[in-house]
């Protein structure tokens, strides 16, 4: 079974943002898909059936791309 998290970003306002954003977080470990939405201010990561990936590894990674992340509940 797979695990979904959600992100709030702050500061996206186009595709180009968005691309950066799906750029950074695909390459970390564990990440299956990327969804991210400038209109919604949304990360969505689907992660493998064990995920390690820690949240502030997905922080750094959105933060590597130029904007700012918060883990939804």
Avoid: F, K, N, W
């Amino acid at each position: 079974m797979t695990e979904t998290r959600r992100y709030s970003v702050t500061g996206m306002s186009c595709g180009h943002c968005e691309s950066a954003i799906r750029s950074e977080v695909e390459q970390l470990p564990g990440v299956l898909g990327v969804e991210v939405s400038a209109q919604s201010g949304e990360l969505a990561i689907t992660l493998s059936e064990d995920p390690v990936l820690r949240d502030d590894a997905v922080i750094a990674a959105v933060d590597e791309a130029g904007y700012d992340a918060l883990r939804q509940p």
